[in-house]
Protein backbone atom coordinates (compact mmCIF):
# COMPACT_ATOMS: atom_id res chain seq x y z
CA UNK A 1 0.00 0.00 0.00
CA UNK A 2 1.76 3.02 -1.21
CA UNK A 3 1.84 5.93 1.07
CA UNK A 4 1.19 9.58 -0.44
CA UNK A 5 2.94 10.14 -3.40
CA UNK A 6 4.33 13.82 -4.65
CA UNK A 7 6.33 14.58 -7.95
CA UNK A 8 8.57 15.32 -8.84
CA UNK A 9 10.81 15.54 -5.45
CA UNK A 10 13.06 18.13 -6.87
CA UNK A 11 11.97 21.48 -9.63
CA UNK A 12 13.57 24.38 -10.82
CA UNK A 13 11.84 27.17 -12.73
CA UNK A 14 12.95 30.13 -13.61
CA UNK A 15 11.09 33.51 -12.55
CA UNK A 16 7.88 33.82 -14.73
CA UNK A 17 7.91 30.24 -15.16
CA UNK A 18 4.78 27.85 -14.18
CA UNK A 19 5.18 25.54 -11.35
CA UNK A 20 2.81 22.06 -11.10
CA UNK A 21 3.45 20.06 -8.51
CA UNK A 22 1.10 16.63 -8.42
CA UNK A 23 0.03 14.51 -5.49
CA UNK A 24 -1.23 11.11 -5.53
CA UNK A 25 -3.23 10.74 -1.96
CA UNK A 26 -3.06 6.93 -0.07
CA UNK A 27 -5.14 4.66 -2.18
CA UNK A 28 -8.89 5.07 -0.24
CA UNK A 29 -7.91 8.92 0.95
CA UNK A 30 -10.23 11.33 -0.49
CA UNK A 31 -8.70 14.46 1.55
CA UNK A 32 -6.22 16.26 0.31
CA UNK A 33 -4.28 19.25 1.90
CA UNK A 34 -1.39 21.00 0.86
CA UNK A 35 0.99 22.85 3.10
CA UNK A 36 4.29 24.77 2.35
CA UNK A 37 7.60 24.97 4.44
CA UNK A 38 10.08 28.03 4.33
CA UNK A 39 13.56 27.87 5.18
CA UNK A 40 13.51 27.97 8.92
CA UNK A 41 9.42 27.84 9.30
CA UNK A 42 6.86 25.51 10.06
CA UNK A 43 4.56 24.34 7.78
CA UNK A 44 1.54 26.72 7.03
CA UNK A 45 -1.83 24.93 5.27
CA UNK A 46 -2.34 25.90 1.66
CA UNK A 47 -5.42 24.37 0.83
CA UNK A 48 -7.90 21.54 1.32
CA UNK A 49 -10.06 19.65 -1.02
CA UNK A 50 -11.99 16.50 -1.59
CA UNK A 51 -12.62 15.25 -4.95
CA UNK A 52 -13.82 18.17 -7.14
CA UNK A 53 -14.04 20.37 -4.43
CA UNK A 54 -12.54 22.97 -2.91
CA UNK A 55 -13.49 22.78 0.73
CA UNK A 56 -10.80 25.70 2.11
CA UNK A 57 -8.69 27.68 0.41
CA UNK A 58 -8.11 30.25 3.03
CA UNK A 59 -4.45 29.83 3.14
CA UNK A 60 -3.75 30.14 -0.68
CA UNK A 61 -2.03 33.42 -1.93
CA UNK A 62 -4.92 35.27 -3.99
CA UNK A 63 -3.01 35.88 -7.20
CA UNK A 64 -1.07 33.16 -9.09
CA UNK A 65 -1.73 29.83 -6.96
CA UNK A 66 -4.52 27.32 -7.72
CA UNK A 67 -5.15 24.09 -6.81
CA UNK A 68 -7.87 21.03 -7.46
CA UNK A 69 -8.60 17.31 -7.29
CA UNK A 70 -10.15 15.68 -9.94
CA UNK A 71 -12.29 12.87 -10.29
CA UNK A 72 -9.60 11.28 -11.53
CA UNK A 73 -5.74 11.18 -11.18
CA UNK A 74 -3.57 13.31 -8.65
CA UNK A 75 -4.35 16.46 -6.78
CA UNK A 76 -2.01 19.28 -8.70
CA UNK A 77 -0.92 22.56 -7.19
CA UNK A 78 -0.25 25.41 -9.58
CA UNK A 79 1.60 28.10 -8.98
CA UNK A 80 2.30 30.54 -12.28
CA UNK A 81 4.78 32.89 -13.02
CA UNK A 82 6.98 31.87 -9.48
CA UNK A 83 8.74 34.12 -8.31
CA UNK A 84 12.19 34.21 -5.89
CA UNK A 85 9.82 34.03 -3.17
CA UNK A 86 7.72 31.03 -3.95
CA UNK A 87 10.97 28.45 -3.28
CA UNK A 88 10.13 26.05 -0.37
CA UNK A 89 9.10 22.76 0.04
CA UNK A 90 5.60 21.78 -0.46
CA UNK A 91 4.48 18.88 1.45
CA UNK A 92 0.78 17.29 0.85
CA UNK A 93 -1.28 14.83 3.24
CA UNK A 94 -4.15 13.16 2.48
CA UNK A 95 -7.01 11.60 4.90
CA UNK A 96 -9.84 8.99 4.31
CA UNK A 97 -12.37 11.14 5.76
CA UNK A 98 -11.01 14.48 6.89
CA UNK A 99 -10.39 13.69 10.21
CA UNK A 100 -7.47 13.68 12.68
CA UNK A 101 -7.02 9.81 13.12
CA UNK A 102 -5.48 8.92 9.31
CA UNK A 103 -3.40 12.13 8.29
CA UNK A 104 -0.21 10.94 6.25
CA UNK A 105 2.38 13.48 4.66
CA UNK A 106 4.31 12.79 1.48
CA UNK A 107 7.59 13.15 0.93
CA UNK A 108 7.29 16.72 -0.25
CA UNK A 109 8.31 18.38 -3.57
CA UNK A 110 11.47 21.21 -3.29
CA UNK A 111 10.75 23.93 -5.39
CA UNK A 112 13.63 26.31 -6.33
CA UNK A 113 13.12 29.43 -8.25
CA UNK A 114 16.00 30.69 -10.00
CA UNK B 1 -7.01 32.52 16.65
CA UNK B 2 -4.82 29.02 17.06
CA UNK B 3 -0.99 29.37 17.64
CA UNK B 4 1.58 26.87 18.45
CA UNK B 5 5.14 28.13 19.93
CA UNK B 6 7.84 25.55 20.08
CA UNK B 7 10.22 27.23 22.69
CA UNK B 8 13.43 26.44 22.08
CA UNK B 9 14.56 26.51 18.43
CA UNK B 10 17.73 24.42 18.80
CA UNK B 11 18.26 21.65 21.23
CA UNK B 12 21.95 19.81 21.17
CA UNK B 13 22.07 16.85 23.86
CA UNK B 14 24.32 13.93 24.08
CA UNK B 15 23.70 10.01 23.56
CA UNK B 16 21.84 8.64 26.06
CA UNK B 17 20.75 11.81 27.65
CA UNK B 18 17.10 12.55 28.55
CA UNK B 19 15.33 15.50 26.07
CA UNK B 20 12.54 17.51 26.18
CA UNK B 21 11.58 19.44 23.46
CA UNK B 22 8.63 21.82 24.46
CA UNK B 23 5.17 23.37 23.18
CA UNK B 24 3.05 25.68 24.05
CA UNK B 25 -0.84 26.28 22.12
CA UNK B 26 -3.31 29.26 22.41
CA UNK B 27 -6.92 28.36 21.85
CA UNK B 28 -10.18 29.37 23.54
CA UNK B 29 -11.74 25.69 22.21
CA UNK B 30 -10.57 21.80 22.73
CA UNK B 31 -7.95 21.00 20.29
CA UNK B 32 -5.91 17.88 19.14
CA UNK B 33 -2.18 17.53 19.14
CA UNK B 34 0.24 15.93 17.49
CA UNK B 35 4.18 15.58 17.23
CA UNK B 36 6.30 15.66 13.99
CA UNK B 37 9.60 13.90 13.06
CA UNK B 38 11.25 15.31 9.81
CA UNK B 39 14.54 13.84 8.59
CA UNK B 40 16.82 15.66 6.37
CA UNK B 41 14.95 16.04 3.04
CA UNK B 42 12.33 13.92 3.48
CA UNK B 43 8.52 14.44 4.99
CA UNK B 44 6.95 14.36 8.14
CA UNK B 45 6.10 11.48 10.07
CA UNK B 46 4.05 11.10 12.64
CA UNK B 47 5.69 10.87 16.43
CA UNK B 48 2.46 10.78 18.79
CA UNK B 49 -1.18 12.55 18.83
CA UNK B 50 -3.31 13.08 22.16
CA UNK B 51 -7.06 13.15 20.82
CA UNK B 52 -8.75 12.39 24.61
CA UNK B 53 -8.11 10.17 27.33
CA UNK B 54 -4.89 9.76 29.03
CA UNK B 55 -2.61 13.07 29.33
CA UNK B 56 0.15 11.01 28.98
CA UNK B 57 0.75 9.70 25.23
CA UNK B 58 3.20 7.08 24.46
CA UNK B 59 4.69 7.19 20.46
CA UNK B 60 7.26 5.43 18.23
CA UNK B 61 10.63 5.60 18.38
CA UNK B 62 10.39 5.78 22.69
CA UNK B 63 8.97 9.08 22.46
CA UNK B 64 6.25 10.44 24.92
CA UNK B 65 4.14 13.56 25.40
CA UNK B 66 1.92 15.12 28.44
CA UNK B 67 -0.85 17.01 27.99
CA UNK B 68 -1.13 19.63 30.35
CA UNK B 69 -4.83 21.32 30.01
CA UNK B 70 -4.38 24.00 32.57
CA UNK B 71 -0.79 25.16 31.11
CA UNK B 72 -1.53 24.74 27.62
CA UNK B 73 1.51 22.72 27.09
CA UNK B 74 2.29 19.62 25.00
CA UNK B 75 6.01 18.40 25.95
CA UNK B 76 7.89 15.86 24.03
CA UNK B 77 10.22 13.70 26.47
CA UNK B 78 12.59 10.52 25.84
CA UNK B 79 14.77 9.07 28.58
CA UNK B 80 17.77 8.46 26.31
CA UNK B 81 18.02 9.81 22.97
CA UNK B 82 19.83 7.98 20.37
CA UNK B 83 22.37 9.69 17.55
CA UNK B 84 19.53 8.50 15.24
CA UNK B 85 16.92 10.81 16.81
CA UNK B 86 19.18 14.30 15.59
CA UNK B 87 15.97 15.48 13.45
CA UNK B 88 13.24 18.46 13.03
CA UNK B 89 10.58 17.68 15.38
CA UNK B 90 7.52 19.65 15.04
CA UNK B 91 4.37 20.39 17.14
CA UNK B 92 0.93 20.78 15.84
CA UNK B 93 -2.77 21.14 16.99
CA UNK B 94 -5.68 20.92 15.00
CA UNK B 95 -8.96 22.51 15.80
CA UNK B 96 -11.58 19.51 16.50
CA UNK B 97 -11.99 16.49 14.49
CA UNK B 98 -11.35 17.95 10.82
CA UNK B 99 -9.32 20.81 9.30
CA UNK B 100 -5.70 21.64 8.79
CA UNK B 101 -3.06 21.17 11.50
CA UNK B 102 -1.48 24.55 12.91
CA UNK B 103 2.25 24.03 13.01
CA UNK B 104 4.98 25.53 15.43
CA UNK B 105 8.31 26.65 13.77
CA UNK B 106 10.08 23.50 14.67
CA UNK B 107 12.90 22.71 16.63
CA UNK B 108 16.07 21.26 15.38
CA UNK B 109 17.47 18.14 17.98
CA UNK B 110 20.99 17.57 17.59
CA UNK B 111 22.67 14.46 19.41
CA UNK B 112 25.70 13.97 19.55
CA UNK B 113 28.42 11.39 20.68
Same mark, same amino acid.
Given at each position: NAGVMQNPRHLVRRRGQEARLRCSPMKGHSHVYWYRQLPEEGLKFMVYLQKENI? +? #? *????? #?RFSAEFPKEGPSILRIQQ???? +?SAAYFCASSPDGTNYGYTFGSGTRLTVV | AQSVTQLDSQVPVFEEAPVELRCNYSSSVSVYLFWYVQYPNQGLQLLLKY??? *??LVKGINGFEAEFNKSQTSFHLRKPSVHISDTAEYFCAVMRGSQGNLIFGKGTKLSVKP
Open positions: I +D #E *SGMPK #EVVRG +D | LSG *ST
